[in-house]
């Protein structure tokens, strides 16, 4: 048999699907359904989020046109008489065209001067016979003001703060409670169990009010640990490792006892390590759960330099005065940390929900 | 000696752990095992107890006291008068006639949401699960595709679409170019609706993807082997065979669906803020504005609300967990 062209392999591989049906040549509609699928798909999960990067680098200017273009683009200026003027292409009355810079607008009239000799005289161009000339500019500035002119990078480093925090604490006294409840038996321990299920179903929505007044009576209200305490103590993070820690072998924990080892020893060196695919499944999402948390800050941080990114992107574009061009550069900073852990781990975590259904 | 990242986040971790061993042996020898159970549970338990089992607790007492007042020791008791204002309506069906009629406006709505997202999820999911299931190239990489927004905040989810959904947006330049009139997305009440309904599905749709993919990976590949020598037409495989063996995994899709639907609040809060008027104001917004917005402040009546809501929770959990518990034993 002949060697396959390139495009041969490439159709065999395109509907290579009908695996253990077809031998795999030609196309059933059902090759083309998925396809269809697939493509359509891509452009409408990474399409928006690509939108947002793209009209995060435009002027103000920009993101005001319609319709608008796909790459940032900006008009081009040029210095007359020490003002930065814009640059225009006008089509002349003999036909020909002309880079002329736009002094001022008069209604549709426009006065245009030769932007290299412009003590020449100055034409009067209806608006419609000209039309900018723009180039493609990343207008970076959007994310570097809001460094410096709000407290973005306040609520940057409050968000870091609670989302680090947390979920260290997270996996402490989640593990600990974990290992407590997976390798002693004793007495109550079924009731702790019983009181941990039946409390997964307790959405924060449910507590909301008493659990306001309980941060406020310790305390916690406007700190950020009042944002970070009441997260911490997730029954789906103690459930999860205990499922993982009942397959570590008890003689493990025998075979060291024997030698000695304390029990806070049994958990930090024989059990942890061994439950690191647990307790990294429930790193990463720990960090999305608080580093995406919303209804809660919004309660419990009343003070602006408390907020966290989300309340405080939230705040600015409740704003009367919407200045898109921040928001949409705010929005991809506050989208970073998640993508990265998609870049990097999304493997994993696909794992961890198709095996526990957590989220 | 080169010493890498890890060394310095675990080094010193190490040495807490170890330094903590030296009490912690000594409570060991003073209280045996007993003690060492107790001391692992505590931190976990401590926290537990005094932010959810406290609050669950408190919530019941809140219910039944009045005034704007969030100390409990400076509510006044007032029986069951929030559950009646709740509940008190000329017809259910109208929100208008009841003598809360943002409460049950918001009970509809979130009826209404529940219903067109969970629905549109669940098919949605269950056509890219199988797909997914099907021999195409580069599974992983379309598996990701789908969940990608899963992660992203709510948030950021809200924003990116209001900023294609707003009068001079991407969305409706897509309408021009296909010779439609652009619509308000956002400022019209039945568009605004549709737009929370839509933008929920497609910041979700990727989670219950992944878990009925799973359930379809789960299914033995010789059952369909055996229709296939028995010439079966692909319908009737999907019908006969696919749906009632993924019918657990659908089930656990659909509870967990509802439970999350129902507590919908953060994207359409951030996409539409409830409005325009109520069109999209849902239950846990009610919770929230009624419990802390100065103006109608009213804690007692959020919280009387949120009981409410819990019982319809309680129940699908019941449900969820009746039902995992079936599927895990067969």
Redesign the interface.
Request: proline fraction near 7%.
């Given at each position: 048999m002949a060697e396959p062209t390139g495009g041969e392999t490439l159709m065999r591989?395109?509907v290579?699907?009908?695996?253990?049906?077809g031998d795999g040549r030609g196309w059933h509609w059902?090759d083309i359904?998925?396809w269809i699928?697939?493509i359509g798909?891509?452009i409408?999960?990474?399409g928006?989020?690509l939108?947002?990067v793209l009209?995060s680098f435009k002027t103000p200017a920009g993101l005001?046109e319609?319709?608008?273009t796909l790459l940032p683009y900006t008009q081009q200026t040029v210095q007359v008489d020490g003002a930065e003027k814009p640059l225009f292409t006008v089509t002349l009355e003999d036909g020909s065209e002309k880079t002329m810079a736009e002094l001022r607008r008069v209604g549709i009239v426009a006065q245009m001067v030769d932007p290299d000799a412009p003590e020449d005289e100055v034409l009067r161009v209806n608006i419609s016979e000209r039309t900018p000339i723009r180039e493609v500019r990343f207008a970076l500035e959007n994310y570097t003001q809001p460094f410096l002119q709000f407290d973005f990078l306040l609520y940057l480093r409050n968000s870091v703060f609670v989302t680090l925090m947390a979920t260290l604490i997270t996996l402490?006294?989640?593990s600990?409670?974990a290992?407590?409840?997976s390798k002693?038996d004793?007495r109550g321990r079924n009731a702790?169990m019983l009181?941990?299920?039946a409390?997964?179903?307790?959405?924060l929505?449910?507590?909301?009010?008493?659990?306001?007044?309980?941060?406020?009576?310790?305390g916690l209200l406007n700190s950020l640990w009042g944002v970070i305490?009441?997260t911490?103590?997730t029954?789906t993070g103690?459930f999860l490792l205990r499922q993982y820690m009942l397959t570590i072998p008890d003689e493990l924990l025998d075979a060291a006892r024997m030698d000695h080892a304390?029990?806070?020893?049994i958990?930090?060196r024989i059990v942890l390590p061994l439950a690191a695919p647990a307790l990294a499944v429930l790193a990463i999402f720990s960090v999305?759960w608080r580093?995406?948390d919303?209804?809660w800050p919004?309660?419990v941080l009343s003070r602006k330099e408390l907020y966290t990114l989300?309340i405080g992107?939230?705040t600015y574009?409740?704003e009367l005065n919407v200045q898109?061009h921040f928001?949409?550069a705010m929005?991809v900073v506050?989208?970073i940390p998640?993508v990265l852990?998609?870049v990097f781990l999304?493997?994993f975590?696909?794992a961890g929900?198709?095996?526990t259904?957590l989220? | 000696m080169q010493r890498g990242v890890s060394y310095w986040v675990m080094a010193p971790l190490r040495w807490l752990?170890r330094m903590?061993?030296v009490p912690?042996?000594a409570w060991?020898r003073l209280t045996g095992?007993?003690g060492?159970?107790a001391l692992?549970?505590l931190?976990?338990?401590a926290?537990?107890t005094?932010?959810?089992?406290?609050?669950?607790v408190?919530?019941a007492?809140?219910s039944t006291t009045g005034g704007v007042e969030?100390?409990?020791a400076d509510r006044p008791y007032i029986g069951s008068d929030h559950y009646q204002r709740l509940l008190d309506c000329g017809s259910y069906l109208d929100p208008l006639s009841c003598r809360d009629d943002m409460f049950w406006t918001a009970v509809w709505n979130t009826a209404r949401f529940v219903i067109f997202q969970v629905g549109s999820i669940i098919l949605v999911a269950m056509?890219?699960a199988l797909?997914l299931n099907?021999?195409?190239?580069a599974k992983?990489f379309?598996?990701?595709?789908?969940?990608?927004?899963?992660?992203?905040?709510?948030?950021?989810v809200?924003?990116?679409?209001?900023?294609?959904l707003q009068r001079?947006?991407?969305a409706n330049?897509g309408m021009?170019e296909l010779g439609l009139e652009p619509v308000n997305w956002l400022t019209e009440r039945f568009w605004a609706f549709v737009a929370a309904v839509g933008v929920s599905v497609?910041a979700h749709m990727?989670?219950y993807t992944?878990?009925l993919?799973?359930g379809l990976q789960a299914i033995p590949?010789d059952l369909?082997?055996a229709a296939?020598m028995d010439g079966t037409p692909?319908f009737r495989v999907f019908y006969r065979i696919t749906l009632p063996l993924l019918m657990p995994n659908l089930l656990?899709v659909l509870v967990?669906a509802l439970?999350r639907a129902v507590?919908i609040?953060?994207e359409a809060y951030?996409l539409t803020?409830g409005g325009p008027g109520t069109s999209t104001m849902f239950i846990?917004q009610y919770?929230?504005e009624v419990?802390?917005a100065n103006l109608l402040r009213n804690?007692g009546l959020?919280?009387a609300a949120?009981?409410l809501?819990?019982g319809v929770?309680?129940v699908l959990?019941l449900i969820q967990?009746w039902l995992?518990q079936r599927a895990g034993k067969r």
């Open positions: 591989w395109l290579a699907r009908r695996g253990k049906t059902t359904a998925t699928w697939l798909g891509t409408l999960m990474f928006p989020a939108w947002l009209s005001a319609f319709p608008p402490l006294t989640n600990m409670a290992f407590a409840l002693y004793f702790v009181l941990i299920i409390t997964l179903m307790v959405p929505s449910v507590i909301l009010v008493p659990l306001y007044s309980v941060v406020s009576a310790t305490l009441p911490v103590a029954p103690v304390s029990e806070w020893q958990y930090w999305v580093w995406n919303f209804l919004l309660v989300q992107l939230n574009a409740g898109w928001i949409l929005t506050a989208m998640v852990v998609f999304q493997r975590i696909t929900i198709a095996g259904g989220k | 752990a903590a061993d912690l042996r060991q095992q007993g060492m159970i692992f549970l931190p976990n338990m926290i537990f005094v932010f959810v089992l406290v609050p669950l408190m919530n007492l809140y969030f100390f409990l056509i890219t797909i099907r021999a195409i190239p992983a379309w598996r990701a595709v789908f969940f990608f927004p899963v992660l992203l905040s709510p948030v950021v809200g924003l990116i679409w209001k900023w294609i001079q947006g991407l330049l021009v497609w990727g989670f992944l878990i993919l799973a590949r369909y082997e296939e692909p656990v967990l439970i507590q609040f953060d951030v803020g846990t919770i929230y419990g802390f804690p959020a919280a949120s009981i809501m819990a929770l309680v959990t967990l995992s």
